[in-house]
């Protein structure tokens, strides 16, 4: 058994949504590589930082990424599979990439409680938020916007 700690580039940007890991973002993966009967198995986790816009307000976003990664290189054989150990050695770059990219958001907000922009305006919602609230655009919904609800009918 040994344990690593390795800190390398991204060779390439990962990730094609509203985020994604930019090329040459560092990327740190603390793993156990254990040797078992069929091969290599590598434990542990893979942490780097992904930047793109908020899928609300679409301001930037910048956040970090940590995954578990656990999977076995098998060594060379007749049976084929995904990963095969090489030369003595294990190559964890498809590993921790494909694992990385299935955990970007596919939706990224700013703040779990992003209003997003106004539909008429355009503007950030969560900074005008305190300005008064403007008129309806349609003046026939003018009389739904003093409406309440009675308190006997609630219940």
């Known amino acids: 058994m040994r344990e690593v700690t390795l ?17 040459g973002e560092p990327v740190v993966i603390e793993a156990r590589l254990e040797s078992v009967h069929e091969g290599i198995l590598v ?45 003595d050695h294990v190559d964890l770059e498809t590993l921790v990439r494909d694992a990385i990219v299935l955990s970007l958001p596919f939706q990224p907000v700013c703040q779990p409680d992003c209003p997003g922009l106004d539909p008429v305006t355009g503007e950030r919602l969560a ?3 305190a300005e008064e609230q403007r008129e309806p655009l349609d003046s026939r919904w003018a009389a739904l916007q003093d409406f309440t609800p009675d308190e006997d009918s609630a219940k």
């Open 7 to 23: 800190e390398h580039p991204a060779r390439e940007k990962w990730g094609e949504g509203l985020v994604s890991v930019a090329q």
């Open 127 to 129: 900074e005008s938020a």
């Open 43 to 87: 434990t542990g986790t893979a942490e780097t930082e992904y930047t793109g816009i908020c899928g609300r307000c679409l301001i930037d976003v910048a956040e970090t990424l940590q995954v578990e990664i656990q999977e076995l290189f098998a060594y060379p054989g007749e049976e084929t599979s995904d990963f095969e150990v090489q030369d």
